[in-house]
């Protein structure tokens, strides 16, 4: 009796926990890792910093990357509304839903309560820079300093209207039943204006990133007034180089042997982008155009221990030409 006695503590106890895992799963602001108390300023900062981590733009590719930036724009859209948020309080996610489902405009029954239509999170400009980045950078890693010009918004002199919004209020056309009218309600506010402000920027290169791909400044685009900056996105542009030519993953050099090496063999080092020696000497005959591969010496795979491929591709220099002891020297080798 007692083995079966823990037996199902031991069952009720995972059960338990399973259920907490759940709960913990579906919360919002365990999505947005912040407290049930936060501030509207804390789940804005927390929200930010874990949109940049799970950005498309950052995380190409990766379905759970997807699934996660999802999951924390849906928790910030209901946090940062107080009224779904006090829905979601109160009766959690299922709750939410029903209560945006039930508030979609029209005809409708109710109590004639005023409610606020969801407002529209305006943002400025995307800006998209080309950044050059050298093969050493792409190879290694590294970092380049770029001068950034951009609009800020600054105060003015003077007030103006801000923060316009639709209000809608339920007026009633038969007993329980109401129709709904929107009204822009506007607040007063500080005049802003802009001014050009320039600085220096540090953007890392990781190793690995190719032609095309982005590097992501959450927030750091052009702003908008009265609503949020757009983002500044570096697309990377490989420079050319003189001794190696890139593509997708794999490297192409092309080296130069005397006629005298390509018939006896020879012994060369070749140089790599971040100067370790690679041995591409041989004991036997290069031909002309002749391509040898030598796996794991092209680039690194981003964000992975991989490597693609190294091509070498041999020149064979002739000589200009050869005297008449040279010639019968050599005719009678090959004959």
């Known amino acids: 009796m007692a083995a079966r ?31 049930k108390d936060a501030s509207e300023a804390q789940i804005k900062r927390a929200y930010r910093k874990l949109a940049l ?21 849906n928790a910030y859209e209901v ?6 948020r006090k829905v979601y309080d109160w009766y959690g996610e299922d709750g939410s839903k029903q209560f945006q489902g039930t508030h979609s405009g029209g005809v409708f029954f109710g109590d004639g309560a005023m409610e ?6 305006i943002k400025g400009d995307d800006v998209i820079v080309e950044l050059d980045a050298s093969l ?53 506010c500080p005049n802003v204006k802009y001014i050009r402000e320039g600085d220096f920027i540090i953007v890392d290169i990781e190793k690995g990133m190719k032609d095309g791909q982005e590097i992501l400044f959450y927030e750091d685009g052009e702003p908008k007034i009265d609503g949020e900056p757009g983002d500044l996105k570096f697309k990377i542009r ?25 018939l006896v063999g020879f012994k060369k080092n070749f140089n790599h982008l971040d100067n370790h020696s690679v041995e591409i000497g041989t004991k036997g005959i290069t031909k002309p ?28 220099a002739f000589p200009e030409g050869l005297t008449d002891d040279k010639k019968a020297k050599l005719t009678n080798i090959f004959s």
């Not at 981590?53 to 724009?73: Q, T």
């Not at 946090?79 to 779904?84: A, G, I, R, V, W």
Request: glycine share 4%; charged share 30%; hydrophobic share 35%.
């Open 136 to 188: 050493e950078d792409l190879y290694m890693g590294g970092s380049v300093k770029v001068w950034r010009d951009k609009n800020v918004i600054k105060l003015a002199p003077g007030k103006r209207q801000c923060k316009c919004r639709n209000e809608i209020h339920q007026r009633e056309i038969a007993p329980g039943m109401f129709h709904q009218i929107s009204e822009p309600v506007c607040e007063t």
């Open 5 to 35: 006695r823990r037996a199902a503590l031991l069952v009720a106890v995972l059960l338990l926990h399973h259920a907490l895992s759940a709960l913990a799963e579906t919360s919002y602001y365990d999505t947005l890792q912040v407290p």
């Open 238 to 262: 490989t420079t050319w180089h003189e001794r190696f030519r890139r593509e997708s993953s794999d490297l192409h050099a092309t080296v130069t042997t005397s006629l005298f090496e390509a």
């Open 289 to 316: 155009k002749e391509v040898r591969k030598l796996e794991g010496e092209g680039m690194p795979l981003y964000q992975s221990n991989k490597k693609g491929d190294l091509y070498i591709t041999f020149d064979v």
């Open 53 to 73: 981590k799970y950005h498309p733009d950052k995380n190409p590719n990766n379905k759970e990357a997807d699934r996660g930036f999802a999951k924390i724009n």
């Open 79 to 84: 946090l940062m509304d107080q009224e779904k």
């Open 116 to 121: 606020k239509e969801e407002e529209q999170i």
